[in-house]
């Protein structure tokens, strides 16, 4: 019962205006309350009144369409509106066409170049451009501008990092001097794969610079084929993207950074990509019962809820500017770690027969000094007259023995000490006597005998 | 797909340096009792037992929270990349257990390459480098086993001090992995694993009496990981936010300064002499510093601290200066480096 009052209320968002279009037509907007319906033998005028009905006007072409149209079907052509007229697009790019004094005519000196299908193609400061799209097995992320004077279009060179590999099937929006595309595919050069690419890029016209903004936050997978089935009605500094399998869609703002979900009912018609928005009315035909004929339609968006709103890029510069931070003070960390571990570390000497040494080097021996690391080593304190014991000779004075050990035992400190930036042998009070003095190996120092292989 | 987050990117890093930490512990004590110990030569810097069981220990202890980050967290790693790194591994253990001979070795690095290229990512544009964009895919590939070999042997030619190769990965993992994450998570996790599982071999790699050394199973394990990334990074198809801060061939020269500067001025100095540029000496920058009198440790943390400088330097000033500059630059420093530090 709720979901039957649900879609009696949302059914009531739609206006059903009275004129039935016949045959193929193309949506095009003019205005910020009315838009064409082109069809191939002339041009409906529509106005949106203020209670969202289509008021319209209906005005043959004075003169046929050009030939070249006679063979694709009106909703494959491009569309878009500068201050100048309404100009239409040929697939692939190429051929151009204005609606002038009641006429489609052709405007181009140019062929149908095949190279630029699903590309993107819009007016800007009363110029025209086309930007990527598909072409001879290759996807293309250049910009080409349509020469007025010459009829044809001249390559517009770029800066920045575009998308490396193309935009195929892409999704745009044009906001004042940026172009913005996203939620496209690239094929790699020799490759039979479209990638989709999961990134937001932006053109600056002003300075023809690309900018990669960011990743998508709201990345869809769906394939190329459903992409290409998909609505993308640009929507002021938006853009309406709605695929046809899903029954919701969604509103893509990267001013904003913003995307805007709206889910539907069951019972609301299909919007295709031959549609438009004014305002937040969004301008699609529908077919009639016997689907020999379409209807235009409008859904008031405004009168719809919004499901959900999130960001639409992760901007991926200041992200990573921030983990840029994070891996400096990581860097910072385990530098200043080391560096304490290392000067509060053990350093280990080996002692052989004649000599001792560690990583830095080998540092001789006298057999004297040799007898006195012999003595030192293991121990944590030596009394001196453990070291005076060492050199007894009983043809020398006992002042001359102390001299001697004093000597050996300076020297040595000094030797040590000029090869290994520190002291060794410590001379300190006894803590037992304070008459004595005792000896000991540096705390931080280590000495083990010679280990070898 | 589970989101990388801080902390499960902390519980994986913390997991993976305490199992390479045991590991690393558990293998030397394997080793050792078994004699399988490092010789001690007249090139040596080491006079106490030693064994090259760090690799092994890393190589096992990615393996482990690997395992644990596919089953819990999704980890993905593309199975040809995973295929070529596990072979390289295996390639050093053989190495480290039966010296293969030099031939031999650099025919299996080429055949593990050419697993590796398997997985799709190849240098196939010079991203602006000489004015070249992309290039064939046959000259791409080439490229591409070139320098999936020359980072490998640099990496092996460079672990010749206590920690320096150690310190060496560290940066180039905690640098890349920011740009491989924000491009894709799936392979998010392997980062913070392959950090934990260095930092755990380091304790025993700077340990004087237990001493561990990666031997050559870490250095072809690890150099293949690093070469892969090197690939992922410029291979042109995948949009990285690293080209909004610097030129894509840059940065991998620059993440790999000093094994790349130091293997070329080796293999120049060594063919000036008209010697083999694979012959054993010591004539790498790393030695000079051990000579003038710098520590283990004091030389391998000035060479990070050093090469980590001009990394950052070059990631400020190219928004500035652009990338001829940045050359000129880091040209710049290295010839001050060289007469402040190591001449």
Redesign the interface.
Not at chain 1, 160 to 170: C, E, F, V
Not at chain 2, 135 to 147: D, E, N, Q, R, W
């Given at each position: 019962m709720i979901k039957k009052i649900l879609i009696l209320f949302t059914l009531s968002f739609f206006s059903y205006s009275q004129n039935d279009v016949k045959g193929e037509y193309l949506i095009v907007q003019n205005d910020s309350t009315s838009f064409y319906t082109f069809t191939k033998k002339g041009a409906y005028f529509s106005k949106l009144n203020g209670s969202g009905r289509i008021i319209y006007d209906y005005v043959p072409y004075k003169n046929p369409v050009p030939k070249s149209l006679d063979r694709i079907s009106l909703n494959s052509l491009s569309a878009t509106r500068s201050s100048k007229g309404i100009y239409f697009l040929y697939p692939g790019g190429g051929i151009v066409y204005k609606y002038l004094n009641s006429s489609i005519v052709r405007i181009d000196d140019s062929f149908a170049h095949r190279n630029q299908f699903s590309g993107f193609f819009f007016s800007y400061n009363q110029e025209l451009y086309l930007l990527g799209g598909y072409g001879y097995w290759a996807t293309k992320s250049y910009l080409t501008k349509f020469n007025f004077q010459s009829g044809s279009w001249d390559r517009i060179e770029t800066y920045g990092?575009p998308?490396?590999?193309g935009i195929n099937q892409g999704s745009f929006i044009k906001d004042g001097d940026s172009v913005f595309a996203f939620d496209f595919f690239?094929k790699?050069?020799?490759s039979a794969v479209n990638?989709k690419?999961?990134?937001l890029f932006e053109l600056n016209l002003s300075t023809m610079n690309w900018?990669?903004k960011g990743?998508l936050l709201d990345f869809s997978e769906k394939g190329i084929e459903e992409k290409i089935m998909a609505a993308k009605i640009p929507k002021g500094d938006g853009l309406i993207v709605k695929y046809q399998s899903d029954d919701f869609f969604k509103v893509f703002t990267p001013k904003n950074n913003l995307v805007s979900t709206y889910k539907l009912e069951d019972k609301i018609p299909k919007f295709g990509n031959n549609a438009i928005s004014i305002g937040s009315t969004v301008v699609f035909g529908s077919n009639s019962a016997d689907k020999t004929t379409k209807k235009i339609v409008t859904i008031d968006l405004g009168k719809l809820n919004v499901d959900k709103k999130q960001q639409m890029v992760?901007d991926?510069?200041q992200?990573?500017k921030r983990?840029?931070v994070f891996?400096?003070i990581?860097?910072v960390l385990?530098?200043v770690s080391?560096?304490t571990y290392?000067k509060n570390y053990v350093?280990?000497f080996?002692v052989s027969n004649n000599a001792i040494?560690?990583?830095?080097?080998t540092l001789l021996l006298t057999k004297d000094e040799i007898s006195v690391l012999n003595i030192l080593i293991n121990k944590k304190e030596t009394e001196n007259s453990v070291l005076l014991n060492l050199f007894d000779d009983k043809t020398k004075s006992a002042d001359s023995i102390i001299k001697r050990k004093n000597k050996i035992i300076k020297d040595f400190n000094f030797k040590f000490f000029s090869f290994f930036?520190k002291e060794l042998i410590l001379k300190k009070v006894s803590k037992r006597d304070s008459r004595q003095v005792v000896y000991s190996i540096e705390n931080r120092t280590k000495l083990?005998y010679?280990?070898m292989? | 797909m589970v989101e990388i987050t801080f902390i499960n990117t902390a519980l994986f890093l913390l997991l993976s340096v305490v199992t390479s930490f045991f590991l690393n512990r558990y293998i030397y004590n394997v080793f050792s009792n078994n004699k399988i110990l490092d010789p001690i030569t007249s090139r040596s810097s080491h006079k106490s037992v030693a064994t090259r069981s760090g690799g092994l220990s890393v190589f096992l202890s990615i393996c482990i929270c690997y395992a644990i980050a596919y089953s819990t967290a999704n980890l993905v790693v593309d199975p040809y990349a995973f295929l070529g790194v596990m072979f390289m591994a295996i390639t050093g253990i053989a190495d480290d257990f039966f010296n293969v001979r030099y031939r031999e070795k650099f025919f299996l690095q080429i055949f593990a390459g050419i697993i590796i290229l398997q997985a799709g990512y190849t240098i196939d544009s010079f991203h602006g480098i000489f004015g070249i964009y992309e290039i064939p895919s046959g000259l791409a590939k080439t490229i591409t086993l070139f320098v999936f070999l020359v980072i490998v042997n640099a990496l092996n030619l460079i672990d010749g001090l206590d920690g320096l190769a150690a310190l060496i990965l560290i940066k180039f993992f905690l640098f890349v992995a920011g740009i491989v994450i924000i491009n894709s998570q799936e392979m998010g996790l392997f980062f913070p694993i392959s950090v934990g599982a260095v930092l755990g071999f380091m304790a025993h790699n700077f340990n004087s009496s237990k001493k561990v050394f990666l031997g050559d199973t870490g250095s072809l394990f690890l150099g293949s990981i690093v070469a892969f990334f090197t690939f992922y990074i410029l291979d042109s198809s995948n949009d990285l936010v690293i080209d909004s801060f610097i030129s894509r061939p840059l940065f991998c020269i620059l993440v790999l300064i000093y094994p790349l500067t130091d293997t070329l001025r080796v293999i120049l100095l060594r063919s000036f002499k008209r010697q083999s540029p694979f012959v054993a000496d010591r004539i790498h920058l790393h030695h000079r510093l051990v000579d003038k009198g710098y520590r283990h440790w004091e030389a391998s943390l000035m060479i990070f601290i050093l090469s980590t400088l001009i990394l950052i330097a070059n990631l400020f000033a190219f928004q500035f200066i652009g990338l001829f500059f940045c050359v000129v630059l880091t040209m710049g420093l290295l010839v001050l480096y060289y007469y402040l530090f190591f001449k």
């Amino acid at each position: 019962m709720i979901k039957k009052i649900l879609i009696l209320f949302t059914l009531s968002f739609f206006s059903y205006s009275q004129n039935d279009v016949k045959g193929e037509y193309l949506i095009v907007q003019n205005d910020s309350t009315s838009f064409y319906t082109f069809t191939k033998k002339g041009a409906y005028f529509s106005k949106l009144n203020g209670s969202g009905r289509i008021i319209y006007d209906y005005v043959p072409y004075k003169n046929p369409v050009p030939k070249s149209l006679d063979r694709i079907s009106l909703n494959s052509l491009s569309a878009t509106r500068s201050s100048k007229g309404i100009y239409f697009l040929y697939p692939g790019g190429g051929i151009v066409y204005k609606y002038l004094n009641s006429s489609i005519v052709r405007i181009d000196d140019s062929f149908a170049h095949r190279n630029q299908f699903s590309g993107f193609f819009f007016s800007y400061n009363q110029e025209l451009y086309l930007l990527g799209g598909y072409g001879y097995w290759a996807t293309k992320s250049y910009l080409t501008k349509f020469n007025f004077q010459s009829g044809s279009w001249d390559r517009i060179e770029t800066y920045g990092s575009p998308p490396k590999h193309g935009i195929n099937q892409g999704s745009f929006i044009k906001d004042g001097d940026s172009v913005f595309a996203f939620d496209f595919f690239s094929k790699k050069t020799g490759s039979a794969v479209n990638e989709k690419n999961s990134s937001l890029f932006e053109l600056n016209l002003s300075t023809m610079n690309w900018n990669k903004k960011g990743m998508l936050l709201d990345f869809s997978e769906k394939g190329i084929e459903e992409k290409i089935m998909a609505a993308k009605i640009p929507k002021g500094d938006g853009l309406i993207v709605k695929y046809q399998s899903d029954d919701f869609f969604k509103v893509f703002t990267p001013k904003n950074n913003l995307v805007s979900t709206y889910k539907l009912e069951d019972k609301i018609p299909k919007f295709g990509n031959n549609a438009i928005s004014i305002g937040s009315t969004v301008v699609f035909g529908s077919n009639s019962a016997d689907k020999t004929t379409k209807k235009i339609v409008t859904i008031d968006l405004g009168k719809l809820n919004v499901d959900k709103k999130q960001q639409m890029v992760m901007d991926q510069n200041q992200m990573f500017k921030r983990y840029l931070v994070f891996v400096f003070i990581f860097l910072v960390l385990l530098t200043v770690s080391l560096f304490t571990y290392f000067k509060n570390y053990v350093t280990i000497f080996y002692v052989s027969n004649n000599a001792i040494r560690n990583e830095k080097g080998t540092l001789l021996l006298t057999k004297d000094e040799i007898s006195v690391l012999n003595i030192l080593i293991n121990k944590k304190e030596t009394e001196n007259s453990v070291l005076l014991n060492l050199f007894d000779d009983k043809t020398k004075s006992a002042d001359s023995i102390i001299k001697r050990k004093n000597k050996i035992i300076k020297d040595f400190n000094f030797k040590f000490f000029s090869f290994f930036g520190k002291e060794l042998i410590l001379k300190k009070v006894s803590k037992r006597d304070s008459r004595q003095v005792v000896y000991s190996i540096e705390n931080r120092t280590k000495l083990l005998y010679e280990e070898m292989p | 797909m589970v989101e990388i987050t801080f902390i499960n990117t902390a519980l994986f890093l913390l997991l993976s340096v305490v199992t390479s930490f045991f590991l690393n512990r558990y293998i030397y004590n394997v080793f050792s009792n078994n004699k399988i110990l490092d010789p001690i030569t007249s090139r040596s810097s080491h006079k106490s037992v030693a064994t090259r069981s760090g690799g092994l220990s890393v190589f096992l202890s990615i393996c482990i929270c690997y395992a644990i980050a596919y089953s819990t967290a999704n980890l993905v790693v593309d199975p040809y990349a995973f295929l070529g790194v596990m072979f390289m591994a295996i390639t050093g253990i053989a190495d480290d257990f039966f010296n293969v001979r030099y031939r031999e070795k650099f025919f299996l690095q080429i055949f593990a390459g050419i697993i590796i290229l398997q997985a799709g990512y190849t240098i196939d544009s010079f991203h602006g480098i000489f004015g070249i964009y992309e290039i064939p895919s046959g000259l791409a590939k080439t490229i591409t086993l070139f320098v999936f070999l020359v980072i490998v042997n640099a990496l092996n030619l460079i672990d010749g001090l206590d920690g320096l190769a150690a310190l060496i990965l560290i940066k180039f993992f905690l640098f890349v992995a920011g740009i491989v994450i924000i491009n894709s998570q799936e392979m998010g996790l392997f980062f913070p694993i392959s950090v934990g599982a260095v930092l755990g071999f380091m304790a025993h790699n700077f340990n004087s009496s237990k001493k561990v050394f990666l031997g050559d199973t870490g250095s072809l394990f690890l150099g293949s990981i690093v070469a892969f990334f090197t690939f992922y990074i410029l291979d042109s198809s995948n949009d990285l936010v690293i080209d909004s801060f610097i030129s894509r061939p840059l940065f991998c020269i620059l993440v790999l300064i000093y094994p790349l500067t130091d293997t070329l001025r080796v293999i120049l100095l060594r063919s000036f002499k008209r010697q083999s540029p694979f012959v054993a000496d010591r004539i790498h920058l790393h030695h000079r510093l051990v000579d003038k009198g710098y520590r283990h440790w004091e030389a391998s943390l000035m060479i990070f601290i050093l090469s980590t400088l001009i990394l950052i330097a070059n990631l400020f000033a190219f928004q500035f200066i652009g990338l001829f500059f940045c050359v000129v630059l880091t040209m710049g420093l290295l010839v001050l480096y060289y007469y402040l530090f190591f001449k």
